[in-house]
């Protein structure tokens, strides 16, 4: 009977496994309407206007320029009184030119190319390797109660001025507070890789603060995340950890445990790489512990993987290490 048994749970196991590697595997790719907050409204750029879904960026007073520059894809919107989950996924800082490829939210190299600053919105396709993509087909967020949307540039850039900083916070903060009733909320999920991390991680310690979100469970993860330690961003300091997989790369310590005081149906995951972003400037990932750990409320791990290809890179031995992950502790936390 007991040899039954064995033989049961291990067939059970196989199968499971199986069943979990096949639903990590890469989707369609999937059609996105990419919208701009604000928009020029003729050649010179001389009137402009901020579109009336994303008011809370004028209402904060996030300059006219990172509201221009700002990307945001809606993938679903319930009716407000509907929403039960609420998703909210950013990429990178994007670097000069036509915009950077994202393993997170799935956006593509060149995805400004023809969507420039006169546009107020243009169609754009998430890659099915990517994070969001995996997350959205995910059963823990249903389409018809699940407010869902990425940023392919969230405009959260390394260099701007904390007062900036806070403002374009509070502009998605209260844009996606005004999706849902906190009363009907089941759970929140928040993702981003290097500075959109940092905006994920911002936006959770907001909505923890918040007695009306606190309870609710959030899931948070941050892929190398990058805050500023000399802005004091989430807590980040000048001490820092050597990744214990290559000393070349070190990420700055913040102590998160400070930052979540309220830990009930929180679970943060976080991995760390530790290169510097940009060679020679010091800029690096945030961490709260040296090794690898796991208290429940706050998972860690670190990989030897340069920042780019953390951010950036889909291939399968890559996103093994990466997406994958993530995508196993966000079934482990439901």
């Known amino acids: 009977m007991n040899n039954q048994i064995i033989r049961f749970l291990a067939h059970w196991v196989i199968l499971f496994g199986a069943f979990q590697a096949k639903a990590f595997e890469p989707k369609s790719d999937l059609s996105v309407n990419l919208e701009r907050v604000r928009y020029c409204q003729n050649f010179w750029c001389t009137r402009q206007d901020t579109q009336t879904e994303y008011l809370a960026w004028e209402q904060e007073g996030v300059s006219n320029t990172h509201q221009l520059y700002t990307q945001i894809a809606r993938l679903r919107q319930p009716a407000r009184e509907d929403v039960r989950n609420l998703v909210f996924i950013a990429a990178g800082q994007q670097p000069p030119g036509y915009g950077s490829e994202s393993a997170v939210t799935g956006q593509g190299d060149n995805y400004k190319r023809n969507c420039g600053i006169s546009e107020k919105s243009c169609s754009r396709n998430i890659d099915g390797r990517s994070l969001a993509r995996q997350v959205l087909d995910s059963e823990h967020f249903p389409e018809d109660d699940t407010f869902f949307a990425v940023a392919f540039d969230a405009q959260f850039n390394y260099l701007v001025s904390s007062g900036e900083k806070s403002r374009i916070e509070s502009a998605y903060l209260n844009w996606l507070k005004s999706k849902a009733y906190a009363s009907n909320l089941e759970s929140i999920y928040l993702a981003g890789s290097s ?66 005081p309220y830990k009930d149906n929180l679970y943060i995951r976080q991995l760390a790489g530790g290169d510097e972003v940009i060679e020679f400037t010091g800029v690096h990932s945030f961490v709260y512990t040296a090794e690898d750990i796991n208290l429940g409320w706050y998972a860690q791990s670190w990989v030897n993987l340069d920042h780019i290809t953390i951010d950036r890179d889909m291939y399968p031995e890559v996103r093994d290490q990466t997406v994958v992950p993530f995508l196993k502790h966000l079934e482990e936390v439901f």
């Open 195 to 260: 500075r959109g991390g940092c905006l994920a991680m911002r936006l959770a310690k907001a909505l923890r603060n918040d007695p009306d979100f606190r309870n609710i469970r959030t899931i948070v993860h941050s892929f190398d995340g990058v805050c500023k330690w000399d802005q004091n961003e989430m807590g980040v300091t000048s001490s820092f950890f050597r990744n214990p997989e290559n000393s070349t790369y070190l990420s700055y310590y913040t102590d998160l445990n400070a930052q979540f």
